[in-house]
């Protein structure tokens, strides 16, 4: 399983980014998606998640501004980024978990600045 993360970029506090996650290979539907970012001398957190039924969770600094969601036929997972802030500075990396595995993309570097 491999999973391509793409979408992130230099923007100005207050604007919009849309990430893409992209699985390749025998990645079933029932996979549990997420997003984790990890900003310079922090630690990696969970950002938002996705259940295949389509229930969603979110990390409190983010609820309100950031939405997930899936396309499974196409094996991909999004997370749209609004109002964004010099904060939401990090590397996003999505997650895949099934079966007790967890498999892990490459990540795709955010940084909110004016």
């Known amino acids: 399983v491999q999973l391509q993360a793409s979408g992130g970029g230099l923007v100005q506090p207050g604007e919009s980014l849309r990430l893409s996650c992209a699985a390749s290979?025998?990645?079933?539907?029932?996979?549990?998606m997420a997003w984790y970012r990890q900003a310079p001398g922090k630690q990696r957190e969970l950002v938002a998640r996705?259940?295949?039924?389509?229930?969603?969770m979110y990390a409190d600094s983010v609820k309100g501004r950031f939405s997930i969601s899936r396309v499974i036929a196409k094996k991909t997972v999004y997370l749209q980024m609004n109002s964004l802030k010099p904060e939401d500075t990090a590397v996003y990396s999505c997650n895949a978990a099934v079966g007790g595995a967890a498999f892990w993309g490459q990540g795709t570097q955010v940084t909110v600045s004016s």
């Open positions: 290979g025998s990645i079933p539907s029932t996979a549990l």
């Open positions: 996705i259940t295949p039924g389509g229930t969603t």
